[in-house]
């Protein structure tokens, strides 16, 4: 059974950082990307980040280019999203993704930027 466990999120002050986590667990995490995605109230929800199965590429949304980091852990089956500079705008519910699992999700973990 697939299952994804969100972790990190909490309350910081805009310019603050925090980094978030993903645990995968029941399939061979390192054949798969992994994506962060991202949904504030009375939004849709949003990619925010993308690595390949071996970390080579990533992608970030232009709202979130230059602040964030995405990166992955195979050994420890974990996915990561440092983010800095944090803005309120960047206030949300952060969900990770597995591509070749798109309707498994997560709890998601709330980050509020907020003074």
């Known amino acids: 059974q697939v299952q994804l466990v969100e972790s990190g999120g909490g309350l910081v002050q805009p310019g603050g950082s925090l980094r978030l986590s993903c645990a995968a667990s029941g399939f061979i995490f390192s054949r798969y990307a992994m994506r962060w995605y991202r949904q504030a109230p009375g939004k849709e929800r949003e990619l925010v980040a993308s690595?390949?199965?071996?970390?080579?590429?990533?992608n970030y949304a232009d709202s979130v280019k230059g602040r964030f980091s995405i990166s992955r852990d195979n050994a420890k089956n974990t996915v990561y999203l440092q983010m800095n500079s944090l803005k309120p705008d960047d206030t949300a519910v952060y969900f990770c993704n597995a591509l070749a699992f798109p309707f498994v999700w997560g709890q998601g973990t709330q980050v509020t930027v907020s003074s």
């Open positions: 690595i390949t199965a071996a970390g080579g590429t990533t």
